[in-house]
C-alpha cells in the first residue's frame, strides 16, 4: 500500500509584536499586552540563512510572516528582496502572510517569487465581530480573492476554539469552501493568560471532527494543514490528525509559541509509517 504523504511547512516571524489591532486570540496585539519577544524587520539575511534550515528540515513550504492587519509599501518592498534572495538559490515554495493586501500589491510580490499567499479568515463573518473590532471580516475575505486574482495560491483557513458554537463552524468551512484554496490552514485557540479569550473551547473529539469535515468539505487535493495548536489541542494524540484528513503540518516553532523539536517531529513521522514529500504539489 502506497505510504501517505506528509507535506511540511515552516514558518517564520520575520516582524512579531507589534500590531496596534485588537484580535482576541493574538499574542501580537499590542493591546493585549503579552509576553513575547516584539522586534521589527529582521535582517534579509537571517531570513535567507533560516530558509536554507527550514529546507534542510524537509520543509516544502517556507512562510514569511509579518505583525499587522495589512501589506504597505515598505512591507512589499521588504518581501520583494527576500524572495528575490531566496530564489536565487533555495527550491521552495515561498509563502507570504502579510495580512491584507491589494490586488497590486499582490502582483508585486508574486513577480519578486512569492508563490504562495497564507491569509486565514479566523471566524466565520458572523462570529468575526466577536474576536476583532479594528478591521472587517469583508476585507479579509476581499484579499483572499485578490490573491487568486493575482496568480498566487491561496492558503486560506482559521482558528478554532475561541468560543464559537456549531453553526459559526459550519459558516467558515463554507466560506473557506467558496474560496477553493490550494491549501488550507487550521488553526486551534492556543489560551494565554493576557488574551481575553479564557480558553480553548473544544474537546479533542469535536477538534479531530473539524479536520474530518473540512478535508470532506473542501476538493479533492487540497492540503489539510493542521498549524498553529496542534500540540496544545491534541498532546499525545497529535498524530491521529493524519487519520482524520490532515496531510500537512508546520515544522519547527510557530508565531510565539514553542513546537516540537524538529529531529523528534520528523523521526516520529517516518516511524509512524508516513512519507515526507520532497515537493510542494
Ligand atoms: S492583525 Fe494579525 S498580528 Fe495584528 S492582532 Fe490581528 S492577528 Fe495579530
Redesign the pocket.
Known amino acids: 500500500m502506497e505510504k501517505k504523504l506528509i507535506y511540511l511547512c515552516a514558518i517564520n516571524n520575520i516582524e512579531s509584536g507589534i ?1 496596534p ?3 482576541s486570540f ?1 499574542t ?2 499590542t493591546k493585549h499586552k503579552a509576553n513575547i519577544t516584539r522586534y521589527s524587520k529582521k535582517s534579509i539575511q537571517a531570513v535567507v540563512q533560516e530558509a536554507k534550515i527550514a529546507k534542510k528540515n524537509k520543509a516544502v513550504g517556507y512562510c514569511l510572516v509579518t ?3 495589512r501589506m504597505d509599501d515598505e512591507k512589499v518592498e521588504y518581501i520583494s528582496k527576500i524572495a528575490r534572495e531566496i530564489k536565487k538559490t533555495i527550491d521552495i515554495n515561498l509563502i507570504a502572510c502579510n ?1 491584507m493586501a491589494t490586488y497590486e500589491q499582490l502582483k508585486q510580490i508574486k513577480k519578486a517569487g512569492v508563490d504562495s499567499y497564507n491569509h486565514n479568515l479566523e471566524s466565520s463573518r458572523s462570529y468575526y465581530q466577536n474576536i ?1 473590532t479594528t478591521h472587517s471580516w469583508e476585507e479579509r475575505f476581499q484579499t483572499c480573492l485578490y490573491i487568486k486574482k493575482a496568480g498566487l495560491n491561496l492558503c486560506t483557513g482559521g482558528i478554532f476554539g475561541m468560543g464559537e458554537d456549531i453553526k459559526d463552524r459550519d459558516e467558515l468551512i463554507q466560506n473557506i469552501k467558496e474560496l477553493e484554496p490550494k491549501s488550507t490552514a487550521i488553526n486551534f485557540f492556543h489560551p494565554n493568560d493576557a488574551l481575553p479569550i479564557p480558553k480553548n473551547s473544544l474537546s479533542i473529539d469535536e477538534a479531530f471532527g473539524i479536520i474530518k469535515t473540512i478535508k470532506d468539505s473542501l476538493k479533492k487535493g487540497t492540503k489539510i494543514m493542521v498549524a498553529g495548536g496542534r500540540e496544545y489541542m491534541f498532546k499525545d494524540k497529535q498524530y491521529q490528525i493524519f487519520d482524520y484528513g490532515a496531510n500537512s503540518i508546520v515544522i519547527g516553532d510557530y508565531l510565539t509559541t514553542l513546537g516540537t523539536t524538529v529531529s523528534k517531529e520528523l523521526s516520529t513521522i517516518e516511524k509512524l509509517g508516513f512519507d515526507i514529500s520532497q515537493d510542494c504539489h
Request: charged share 15%; hydrophobic share 15%.
Open positions: 500590531c489591532e485588537d484580535c493574538c501580537q496585539s505583525a499587522g492587519a495580512g476583532c
